[in-house]
């Protein structure tokens, strides 16, 4: 799976993508709210790790996600 932070422009805010190894969009969510149902995607329990990622994650640079 992989995490690309999206910069938004003026009342657009930030974006998260969670995307699979195909690169096809799976989860899209605002940086600022963090996504509700994380045992979907097999990331229960790590919304902390996650959170500290999305405000250190630079933007337009795809990583793959590990946690």
């Known amino acids: 799976m ?5 910069k938004g422009k003026a009342k ?6 969670l995307r699979d190894e195909n690169f096809v969009l799976i ?3 605002r940086a600022d709210r963090p ?10 329990g790590k919304e902390e790790a996650l ?4 405000e250190t994650l630079p933007f ?3 990583q ?3 946690l």
């Not at 959170?51 to 999305?54: G, R, S």
Request: aromatic share 14%; net charge positive.
């Open 60 to 62: 337009g640079k795809p």
């Open 2 to 6: 992989y995490i690309l932070k999206v």
């Open 27 to 29: 989860a899209y969510f």
């Open 64 to 66: 793959k996600l590990e």
């Open 12 to 17: 657009i805010p930030d974006y998260i993508q």
């Open 35 to 44: 996504l509700q149902k994380l045992e979907k995607y097999g990331l229960e």
């Open 51 to 54: 959170k500290q990622l999305i």
